[in-house]
Antibody, heavy 122, light 106 residues
């Protein structure tokens, strides 16, 4: 049974660094073809892909966030992380992590966490 | 970056009505993937690799398309289908989502 759960600070101030954790079970990020992605959604708006990390430590980022993103993983503890530096109010959103596998399996983002709400406010 | 344009943005359908949502890509993509999201919940995988139904998706749903034009079709609208549907391309980075189509029950 695959599960994912996001955790984060809830609220932070502009210019701070947002640190998010995705704790998962039912799969391993050391297995060939496995990955974890981060997606966010401002309230009432659409989905925005942020970053992926793969079993081989390959990392991909959304260039729209201009080098503010860092994705990493702790394979031993079944966790993935996302940091966003220099946040502002536009980063207020629900942040999701989701499992992804290389093409040929059951589609991208086949399991999602429940999401964590993050508010940036002074 | 590949831009995905969904249409319509919102629509309402009566029970039993056929529904078609389209997703056009600014450049050719190999496959299109679709997600369903209901208010207050996480998106669910719905259709992947253009036409394959995710686990548990009713067979009144179908997907089709190629190149730059893709669609999600409901053969006969049911109340439980009211939701927002998003398309996603993963053919090239950055992955991009469409803006969503909100489907309501008439």
């Amino acid at each position: 049974q695959v599960t994912l759960k996001e955790s984060g600070p809830g609220i932070l101030q502009p210019s701070q660094t947002l640190s998010l954790t995705c704790t998962f079970s039912g799969f391993s990020l050391s297995t060939y073809g496995m990955g974890v992605g981060w997606i966010r959604q401002p309230s009432g708006k659409g989905l925005e892909w942020l970053a992926n990390i793969w079993w081989d430590d390959d990392k991909y980022y959304n260039p729209s966030l201009k080098n503010r993103l860092t994705i990493s993983k702790d394979t031993s503890n079944n966790q993935a992380f996302l940091k966003i530096t220099n946040v502002d109010t536009a980063d207020t959103a629900t942040y999701y992590c989701a499992r992804i596998r290389v093409p040929g399996y059951n589609g991208p983002f086949d399991y999602w966490g429940q999401g964590v709400m993050v508010t940036v406010s002074s | 970056e590949i831009v995905l344009t969904q249409s319509p943005t919102t629509m309402a359908a009566s029970p039993g009505e056929k529904v078609t949502i389209t997703c056009r890509a600014s450049s050719s993509v190999s496959y299109m993937h679709w997600f369903q999201q209901k208010s207050g919940t996480s998106p669910k995988p719905w259709i992947y690799d253009t036409s394959k139904l995710a686990s548990g998706v009713p067979d009144r749903f179908s997907g089709s398309g190629s190149g730059t034009s893709y669609s999600l079709t409901i053969s006969s609208m049911e109340a439980e289908d009211a939701a927002t549907y998003y398309c996603l391309q993963r053919s090239s980075y950055p992955y991009t989502f469409g803006a969503g189509t909100k489907l309501e029950l008439k």
